[in-house]
């Protein structure tokens, strides 16, 4: 069995790239409601409501409706909903990669998370690199965990993870708020917490010269959906943590941020609602973040934990490397051992798909290729793009920059027109007559001079002094 693998360290190689982040733009969204049925659609879009405080993150995990997650889901929720999407706009999504958000996020994260491992599932059909969660490893590492406990002193495992939960079930309303009722506002403690209900974005993006579509699932929305497609979502991803009491929390804290900015970063979630808890699970306070200022923060802090930049250049490097490594049809398996400085790829299975594509989903492509575009919208020239000297700035593609340097230069023309009307007014006014506004100079001659013009007299002579008429001594 033929394995390639790509070297994670040194990271200084990627310190420098100029690798570039398509903005994610929705091109589609799913649902799934709380009996865990899929449907497409916003239906289980939630709205961002400020949750009162102090708040009990406890209440209520007695009723917890946790959802199963031990069968393999696979991509059918997403293959379905890019089948829909080109079934409605007659254009096939022609990107390199499709996946869920989780597993880009566990690649962007890699350089500064040596301590975790995962392994993915992935590939090649019709030019396009499918890539999953191998459910196995997954299911494996949550038994791990499990036996292994949580440290003394902290929570169970299981009682945090509801905390988060419940977190979320305070901050959000199903209905806007002018719809919402003052009960429904003010009973939202009470509710019963069901993870199975979620709202999934499914976006187009991009990492250098690889084109994606993600989908991952987005808490809440800060006012509703604009109504133009081209413009940004002001989604919101709800978080707890732990309150920061001294310089080791804070470090804490800081790794933490990395996963935060990534998952949000990946989707297009410019707000991070924090709500910080203590040791008893009550939610204290809150903390508003903003995405793109994230690394900034972290880097001016001074003790580097992890770089926005270098994830963004690795893990272009990285996709690249994918692109050339998958290169034939068969499952292969993308792994990253615990504590390992390298990503293995190698094939599992020769031939067919595994159980990675949904037989509907191919079906669709194989019947409808042939009737589809390449193209799936939008395309590539109508993508803004994130700097990568600064992950947080986002800087237009090369047709809308032409347009902004073309509007520069009409300005500046028209300024340089305006200057030179103002230069030969001023050079037909001659020394010495009285035009217009002016007032006494504050030389010793105290003569009435045109370079001494203010708002005095206007369209009146007046004599000076000395019976001086000219410029000052």
Known sequence: MNRSTFNIQPLHRFGGANTSIRRPREIACFSYDDQRRFSLGDSSMA??????????????????????????EHLDALLDTIAAHEKETEKKCDVD??????????ILTTPFDNM???????????????????????????????????????APQELMMYWGYKFENL???????????????????????????????????????????????????????????????????????AQIR?????????????????????????????????????????????????????????RRTWDGNVCINFTGAFLEWLKQTINKEGTWRI?????????????????????????????????TNSNVS?????????????????????????NLKKKKKKKKKKKKKKKKKKKKKKKKKKKKKKKGVYTRRWRHCNRTCQMILPHCRTQETVGKERSNPEGYRGTCA
Request: contains cysteine; proline residues 5%; negative net charge.
């Open 47 to 72: 709205y961002y409501y400020t949750p009162a405080l102090p708040a009990d993150l406890n209440k209520g995990y007695d009723t917890f409706q946790k959802l199963d997650d031990v069968p393999d």
């Open 97 to 106: 990669i499709i996946t869920w958000r989780g597993m880009m996020t566990k």
């Open 116 to 154: 975790n491992g995962f392994e993915m599932n992935a590939t090649l059909f019709q030019g396009t690199i499918f890539i999953e969660e191998n459910n196995e490893y997954k299911n494996q590492q949550k038994e791990i965990q499990r036996k292994r406990g949580s440290p003394p002193g902290m």
């Open 171 to 241: 901050a959000v309303l199903r209905k806007t708020w002018d719809e919402s009722t003052r009960e429904e506002i003010e009973g939202r403690e009470n509710e019963i917490v069901n993870n199975a209900a979620q709202y999934c974005s499914v976006v187009r993006t991009g990492i250098g010269s690889v084109r994606m579509i993600l989908g991952g699932e987005v808490d809440a929305i800060w006012d509703s959906k604009p109504s133009r497609k081209e413009d940004p979502i002001n989604w919101v991803e709800l978080k707890t943590s």
């Open 246 to 302: 001294n310089d080791r929390d804070m470090l804490k804290y800081e790794r933490k941020l990395l996963k935060f900015w990534a998952q949000s970063f990946l989707l297009g979630v410019p707000k991070i609602i924090v709500g910080f808890r203590d040791e008893n699970g009550i939610c204290r306070s809150l903390e508003e973040l903003d995405t793109a200022s994230i690394p900034g923060k972290v880097l001016s802090v001074g």
């Open 335 to 367: 792994r990253k051992k615990e504590k390992s400085s390298v990503i293995e790829v190698y094939q599992v299975e020769e031939q067919g798909h595994g159980d990675i594509l949904s037989p509907a989903f191919k079906a669709w492509r194989s019947t």
């Open 374 to 398: 390449s193209q799936c919208s939008p395309s590539d020239s109508n993508l803004v793009q994130y700097s990568s000297n600064s992950p947080l700035e986002l800087t237009k593609d090369t």
